[in-house]
């Protein structure tokens, strides 16, 4: 018995070259799909709506309360402002304020405000965002920790010298034409920043010290400068004389313009300060203006030295001495001669060894 055969239906082979037909979705196939589409968003829209209008309402919370907190450190640093140049009108005003100076730290003060206002509340919106949409933020916040961390110890330089100068700045330790010594640098303050700080020095250099830098300040135009003038005269003068003749000259300079200013105590003549052998020496000092101790140390000089070249009193190492005294010789110190610095006199020919005699056979 032998098995039927089949064989195919004779007809052309499909080439290798030609693609298979496309399936074309029917009008039941997009009807389904349309169907489900609806039925999961049917089913979801809710819980949509809900997260969408609860970023909506976080975002407008967060926008209102960084507004409002903008507008009122703004109005307060502007009534800062209104204060300093309300007292910058008076006498007092003029010499305890400096409007650039107050003004720059205003600024300063706000600048800071509002930024560490806008950093918190708007990364305390975005962690809010993230935390409606059921985001993990435990691994975030400890990425976060560990970055912050890496940061500081690459850039703590730069923290040091941020943290430093709004220190500075929120104490007021100084200020926009301020005559600061900070170790590293000393000069008159021309700008006041939250890590540098801009000093100009005596001789016209401009030095950038960095706030971090800087580890003591001594500031010479807050309150009060002393001014101090040692007038040295000789041991023999009169005291009372010269103690009237320092009065006198303290008196009339309190009382011209513009001394009387700057001058915000009067000049006090404190006594003998030192006693030499051939010397002695007075102290007069006075309190100033700040900045303005070296002008009223100078001005005290010229007056006392005129006053005591017409009181004919004696200032050491000065011209102030009699033109009749005679001058000194300089060679009067001196010893005469010796004779026998010479080799031919006769007291150094007595006093020559007698040479050997040879003797005769």
């Known amino acids: 018995m032998s098995l039927p055969v089949v064989l195919p ?21 997009a009807h389904e799909t349309a169907t489900n589409a609806a039925g ?24 209102v309360l960084r507004a409002v907190v903008r507008r009122t450190i703004t109005k307060i640093i502007d009534r800062m402002a209104r204060t300093a140049q309300a007292v910058d009108g008076t006498a007092l005003g003029g010499l305890l304020v400096n409007a650039e100076r107050r003004r720059q730290r205003s600024q300063a003060i706000g600048s800071v405000l ?23 933020l435990a691994p975030l916040l400890a990425s976060a920790g560990v970055a912050g961390v890496a940061i500081g110890f690459g850039a703590r330089n730069l923290v040091t010298d941020f943290l430093s100068g709004v220190f500075m700045i929120l104490e007021d330790q100084y200020g926009v034409g301020d005559s600061i010594d900070a ?25 950038y010290v960095r706030n971090g830098e800087i580890k003591r300040i001594g500031n010479l135009s807050q309150g009060w400068a002393t001014a101090g003038v040692d007038v040295t005269v000789r041991a023999d003068e009169d005291l009372d004389k010269v103690k009237a003749t320092l009065d006198e000259v303290a008196e009339r300079m309190s ?28 102290r007069v000092t006075a309190k100033t203006m700040p900045g303005k101790s ?20 004696r200032i050491v190492g000065d011209a ?5 005294t005679p001058a ?14 010479s080799a031919t006199s006769p007291q150094s020919l007595a006093a020559s060894p007698i040479p050997p005699q040879s003797l005769s056979k």
């Open 114 to 136: 509002r930024s560490v206002t806008s950093f918190l509340i708007l990364g305390t919106a975005a962690l809010m965002v993230l935390a409606t949409f059921e985001i993990n």
């Open 255 to 282: 009382k011209e313009e513009p001394w009387n200013e700057l001058l915000w105590s009067p000049i006090e003549v404190l006594g003998l300060d030192r006693v030499l052998i051939d010397s002695m020496v007075v």
């Open 320 to 324: 102030t001495a009699p033109a009749d």
């Open 9 to 29: 239906a004779a007809g052309p082979s499909p080439s290798p070259s030609e693609s298979p037909a496309l399936t074309v979705p029917t009008f039941q196939d």
């Open 294 to 313: 070296v002008t009223v140390e100078r001005e005290l000089r010229w007056r006392v030295k005129r006053a005591f070249d017409a009181a004919d009193i």
């Open 183 to 207: 170790g590293v640098a000393a000069g008159e303050v021309i700008e006041v920043g939250l890590r540098v700080t801009k000093l100009r020095g005596a001789n016209g250099e401009i030095w």
């Open 40 to 63: 999961w968003v049917e089913q979801n829209w809710s819980t949509w709506l809900a997260i969408g209008l609860k970023i909506l309402l976080i975002l407008v919370i967060a926008a």
């Open 328 to 341: 000194v010789d300089p060679t009067a110190a001196m010893s005469a001669p010796s004779a026998f610095a």
